[in-house]
Structure formats: C-alpha cells, structure tokens
C-alpha cells in the first residue's frame, strides 16, 4: 500500500474512495458510512456538486439558518447565513431586533470599481514605454471588444488602463493596472480574460509578461453601513456609561492589532456566513477586508464609533466585491434561494445587506464584551455541541438545558450535570 498515488484524478469517486480508505482511514466501514451519509440522496444535485471541484467524495455541510428583522432603508430582510460557529445567528438576530426599533440600519454604496494588472518587466527607457503605451492603448481596449460585449450592454467594462511605473520598488517592474466596472456579477472570470487579452496584445520583445490577474484589494468597491440612536436609547441603564466603553473598545482595536484582528474576524463572521450563503467568495472578501484594514500600514478596525450631540454612531466601510449573477450565484440552488430570500438584489443592494452583517456582528461582540463579557452567550449556544460530543440523548438535553439555564456553562459543569443525571 502506498500513501501516494499518480493518476487519482483518473479514478472513479468508488475507486478514490477505496484507496482513500485503506490507506488512511481507521476505520474502513465507519469513514465510508459517514462519505455516503453525507453524500446528497438526488442523484443529480450530487453531480451538480461533484462537478463544483475536482476529486468530490462526498460533501462537507456547515448549518444554514436565518437572521430575521433586519430593517435596512426602512425594507425588512431575513438574512441567510451559513455558519459553523455557535451564536453567530442569534447575535445577529439580536441585533437586528435591537435595532429595528431604533431606526434600522442605513446604507450607501459608496464606489463599485474593481482592479485587475498586467504585470510585466521591461529594461529599456520608461520614456519609451510610455509612448509605446500611448500608441497602443486604443487596440488594448479593441483587443477586449468581444469579451466586454455583454458586459457593455450591463452598463460594465473596463474604465480604463493605465501604465504604471514601479520600478522603484522592484527593478523592471512595471504594470497594466486596469479598472473595471462589472455590474452585478463579481466579474473574477470577466477580468482575468479581459487582462489576458490585454497582456497578448500588449506584449514584445522587450516586454516580458509574468501574469496577468484581478487584485482582491479592492478599496474603490465601497460600502458603508451605519447605525445611530439617542445615547439614552442605547441601554437602559447607565447608557451614556456603555456608549463610552462601546467607543473605548472601538479606539482600543485602532491603536492594538492584537485586538483589531479579533475586532475584525467578529465582524466576518457575519460577513462570511452571508458571503457563503449566497454563493460568492469568502477568501476573496476575507483577503480584502484585512487589506483595506491595513490601509493606513497599520491594522486597524473596520468599524469606527462616536457620541455627537448626544447621539450615539456606529459604522462600518468596507470594501466588498460580490456578485447576484454568475458564479455559484444561481447555480447552487441553496445560493439561489438565499438570494430569493433577500428579494432578488443587485450586486449593490448585496453589498449593503452583508455590509449590515458585519456591522451587526460587531455590534453584538463589542456590546456583550463590554457589558457581561461574551462567554456567557456563546458557552449557551455552545451547550448543545458539548451535549452532543458527550452523547446525551434527548431526554439528558432537555434536562441538562433546564438545570443549566442562566449558569454559566462550561465543559465540565455540563459533563457533571450528565454524569449525576446518569447515576
Ligand atoms: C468570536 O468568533 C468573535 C469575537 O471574538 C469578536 C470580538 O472579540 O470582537 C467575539
């Protein structure tokens, strides 16, 4: 037996599988029930995602729920998210409901320009680059002409090329760094065609392509998302007292990376669940958010908070290329639903939605942890996976669940409930 193999690709998933499973698995009968547990019973929607990637063996689920009650631009919207992390859902359901009675949440967008670059080495005189580049810019738009067709009739294409010059950084390195606008598709395909058509007609023998590829950094592609309220609306009690530490705890994740990385990740996890739920692509999302974090050079929060005249402010920017058309989108019959679900939006709308996600998300953190702290929420919605990993039945849960009720739970208070109720 070998743990290596040439040719996988060419197997059929009963042979990948078989020589998966003896060379790796433990259990040879347990690791192929749990593939065919999670293998889809239709025939056809398994094809549909065997086809997604290369060498499928089954599919991984993460759970798809619901936050509902979001009010934003005064129109109300059930948000599907796609989430493994307990009490994601219920903080932004939270927060929604929070929220609704206050005024909702307002969004714009802000810009919708996306970036891709042609990246080439050239050791001759930038002079003479640049006149080159002057002389040819006309046929590197022609050379796209029937790739930008449908684009064009969308109200997209490209904006425009420029040349840029930087050598200063690395020698002989310079670029096409081109601008897009690809209405409501997310356009990672639409560019990187685009660029390589660009690159062929722009090359000689002086000019050595290395790639040609869209950039994921995409500050121009802007969303903004913002919250407010009367301080007195923002706690009950003390509340001008808890709208300061809220905005403390906002200025501390400015000035500590430590605590804006953490800051920031609370905010994907809303961000992300949505992203994934409607079919669009989270590491691309990811990538750019932290980017745009750094902007500055230093990482910093992605929200930003204040009290004036005594209102209290919260709001998110943020960079988010997203598509409704194209991708997964419509393809992936959950994507789809999930966009039925949010009334079919443009790709504008959709960035306004996920950006109230992930203001929503931080809220719910920054609120918790300055108040009761957040272990006391999350250990809750965490019980039933402490539950279910020590096997309780239906009948423990209710139980353990009742006599756990507003404890704070941890790993062993619930093992030590189970363990009395059992003996
Ligand atoms: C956990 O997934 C996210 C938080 O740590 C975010 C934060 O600390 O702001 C709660």
């Not at 121009?220 to 003390?238: G, P």
């Not at 039925?340 to 790709?347: D, H, K, R, T, W």
């Not at 990993?389 to 739970?409: R, S, Y």
Request: charged share 20%; glycine share 6%.
């Amino acid at each position: 037996m070998s743990k290596t193999i040439t040719g996988f690709s060419k197997l059929t998933k009963e042979e990948k599988i078989e020589w998966l499973a003896n060379n790796f698995f433990t259990d040879v009968n347990d690791g192929i029930k749990t593939l065919n547990q999670y293998n889809n019973q239709s025939e056809k929607l398994q094809q549909l995602h065997d086809e997604f990637i290369e060498n499928t063996i089954s599919n991984f689920y993460v759970p798809y729920a619901i936050a509902p009650n979001f009010i934003i631009n005064n129109k109300p919207y059930a948000i599907p998210m796609a989430i493994e992390e307990s009490s994601v859902v219920a903080a932004a359901s939270l927060v929604a409901k929070f929220w609704s009675t206050r005024g909702g949440f307002k969004t714009n967008v802000i810009s919708t320009i996306k970036v891709g670059q042609v990246h080439f080495m050239f050791d001759g005189e930038y002079e003479d680059l640049k006149k080159y580049f002057n002389q040819i810019k006309e046929q590197l738009f022609a050379a796209t002409k029937t790739i930008t067709e449908n684009m064009r009739k969308r109200g997209g294409g490209i904006l425009d090329i420029e040349l840029r010059n930087k050598t200063a950084d690395l020698e002989n390195y310079y670029q096409l760094h081109v601008t897009f606008e690809t209405a409501d598709s997310m356009g990672a395909n639409f560019i990187n065609s685009c660029l390589e058509a660009i690159a062929e007609a722009f090359k000689n023998d002086d000019i050595k392509i290395v790639m040609s590829i869209l950039s994921n950094y995409v500050p121009e592609c802007l969303v903004r998302a913002e919250v407010n309220c009367d301080i007195e609306d923002f706690f009950s009690e003390n509340a001008e007292y808890y709208a300061q530490k809220f905005i403390q705890a906002v200025e501390i994740a400015n000035v500590e990376p430590y605590r804006a990385v953490t800051h920031n990740k609370g905010i994907m996890n809303g961000i992300d669940a949505v992203v994934l739920a409607t079919g669009n692509d989270f590491r691309a999302v990811a990538a750019g958010a932290h980017a745009y974090a750094a902007r500055s050079g230093k990482y910093k929060s992605l929200t930003n908070a204040k009290i004036e005249n005594g209102k209290f402010y919260f709001w998110i920017e943020i960079p988010l290329s997203l598509g409704t058309v194209g991708g997964l989108t419509k393809l992936h019959p959950l994507a789809k639903l999930s966009l039925e679900i949010l009334q079919n939006p443009s790709a504008k709308e959709l960035m306004q939605i996920i950006a109230v996600a992930g203001l929503a998300q931080n809220f719910a953190a920054l609120k918790a942890l300055t108040t009761t702290g957040i272990q006391k929420g999350h250990m809750k919605m965490h019980l039933m996976n402490i539950l279910n990993q020590l096997e309780a039945n239906l009948h423990e849960k209710e139980i353990v669940t009742k006599q756990l009720d507003g404890k704070t739970v941890s790993h062993n208070t619930v093992a030590a409930a189970l363990h009395k109720l059992r003996t």
